[in-house]
């Protein structure tokens, strides 16, 4: 298989066998491999790469309160000229679609989605899936057909995407990978620390404030949003204990847009701001006593 992999730094023989293990968890010999300077760039050059092939799609479609990584890619194919519109809005993707954009999971909550990517490339539409962390946990990196690819959220400004046989675009070298985030390529395909029975425990202690009451989730951190309250002044307090969190409050994020992904699959405002996430190494009875305690400190000033 073509392995369009190019490294800038010194460390060469190092990044070639990482390259080399990649190239062995790919299942579609005909697929090609490239490094991105993020996401958006990975986005930003795929379509503009599908954009010269095929002149004559006008159309691309989105999955609605996927991710945060749509809008920017969105705004940038509307002022091109092109038609975007949510998958919601129509039954049927018309068949001159040049590009669907789904996501794998939710980069804050870790819900799973499911979209039948297989359909599209047997129609011949590009579909691009947006993985930011359950490719982890994938054996293989698997593509549903030869239009689809796959681009997945290594850091803020690395990305690897995976291209079907024909998603031809211009290839690109990327000479900005850390040692450190090497080490990322090298966990792809080795799966992820998840314990359900351990998420389940803690998120039971705080019934009424579960964001997630499914299945089909990613069992490595808590998802609890305590509306009326501020994420931020949460998070900080439990900082000052050395408990991680993260959490979508708007005083955090300083920016509404970044955080219209979650408008649209339907939380309100005050459940957004509410929103705390735990990752699984902090799910203990420490943690459960701590945030009992900042709850009731908090509220009682209310």
Same mark, same amino acid.
């Given at each position: 298989?073509?392995?369009?992999?190019?490294?800038?730094?010194?460390?060469?023989?190092?990044?070639?066998?990482?390259?080399?293990?990649?190239?062995?968890?790919?299942?579609?010999?005909?697929?090609?491999?490239?490094?991105?300077?993020?996401?958006?760039?990975?986005?930003?050059?795929?379509?503009?790469?599908?954009?010269?092939?095929?002149?004559?799609?006008?159309?691309?479609?989105?999955?609605?309160?996927?991710?945060?990584?749509?809008?920017?890619?969105?705004?940038?194919?509307?002022?091109?000229?092109?038609?975007?519109?949510?998958?919601?809005?129509?039954?049927?993707?018309?068949?001159?679609?040049?590009?669907?954009?789904?996501?794998?999971?939710?980069?804050?909550?870790?819900?799973?989605?499911?979209?039948?990517?297989?359909?599209?490339?047997?129609?011949?539409?590009?579909?691009?899936?947006?993985?930011?962390?359950?490719?982890?946990?994938?054996?293989?990196?698997?593509?549903?057909?030869?239009?689809?690819?796959?681009?997945?959220?290594?850091?803020?400004?690395?990305?690897?995407?995976?291209?079907?046989?024909?998603?031809?675009?211009?290839? @690109?070298?990327?000479?900005? %990978?850390? !040692? +450190? #985030?090497?080490?990322?390529? *090298?966990? =792809?395909?080795?799966?992820? $620390?998840?314990?359900?029975?351990?998420?389940?425990?803690?998120?039971?202690?705080?019934?009424?404030?579960?964001?997630?009451?499914?299945?089909?989730? @990613?069992?490595?951190?808590? %998802?609890? !949003? +305590? #509306?009326?309250?501020?994420? *931020?002044? =949460?998070?900080?307090?439990? $900082?000052?204990?050395?408990?991680?969190?993260?959490?979508?409050?708007?005083?955090?994020?300083?920016?509404?847009?970044?955080?219209?992904?979650?408008?649209?699959?339907?939380?309100?405002?005050?459940?957004?701001?509410?929103?705390?996430?735990?990752?699984?190494?902090?799910?203990?009875?420490?943690?459960?006593?701590?945030?009992?305690?900042?709850?009731?400190?908090?509220?009682?000033?209310?």
């Amino acid at each position: 298989m073509k392995l369009p992999l190019f490294f800038a730094d010194s460390n060469y023989s190092r990044q070639s066998e990482v390259a080399v293990g990649l190239q062995k968890l790919i299942d579609d010999p005909r697929a090609s491999v490239r490094i991105y300077a993020g996401v958006f760039h990975a986005l930003n050059e795929i379509l503009r790469g599908l954009m010269a092939n095929h002149p004559h799609k006008k159309t691309v479609y989105y999955q609605k309160g996927a991710t945060p990584y749509f809008q920017p890619i969105l705004r940038l194919a509307s002022k091109e000229g092109l038609s975007v519109r949510p998958i919601e809005e129509r039954g049927d993707i018309e068949p001159e679609t040049l590009l669907v954009l789904v996501a794998a999971d939710d980069p804050l909550t870790g819900e799973l989605y499911e979209f039948d990517e297989k359909n599209l490339s047997e129609r011949k539409i590009f579909s691009i899936q947006i993985s930011h962390r359950h490719f982890y946990k994938e054996k293989s990196l698997k593509l549903p057909g030869k239009f689809a690819s796959c681009v997945m959220t290594i850091s803020d400004s690395l990305s690897l995407g995976i291209l079907g046989a024909r998603t031809r675009v211009d290839e @690109l070298i990327y000479g900005g %990978v850390s !040692s +450190f #985030e090497m080490d990322s390529f *090298e966990r =792809i395909g080795k799966g992820i $620390k998840e314990d359900k029975s351990k998420v389940l425990e803690f998120e039971s202690n705080f019934e009424k404030e579960i964001v997630l009451d499914h299945e089909n989730r @990613l069992w490595d951190r808590a %998802v609890l !949003s +305590f #509306e009326g309250l501020n994420g *931020e002044l =949460i998070q900080s307090l439990l $900082k000052d204990q050395l408990i991680d969190s993260e959490t979508a409050s708007y005083c955090r994020w300083q920016d509404e847009k970044s955080l219209a992904w979650l408008g649209e699959k339907g939380m309100s405002e005050e459940a957004i701001n509410g929103l705390v996430v735990i990752p699984l190494e902090h799910l203990s009875s420490k943690t459960v006593v701590a945030l009992q305690a900042i709850l009731s400190e908090i509220r009682s000033h209310i």
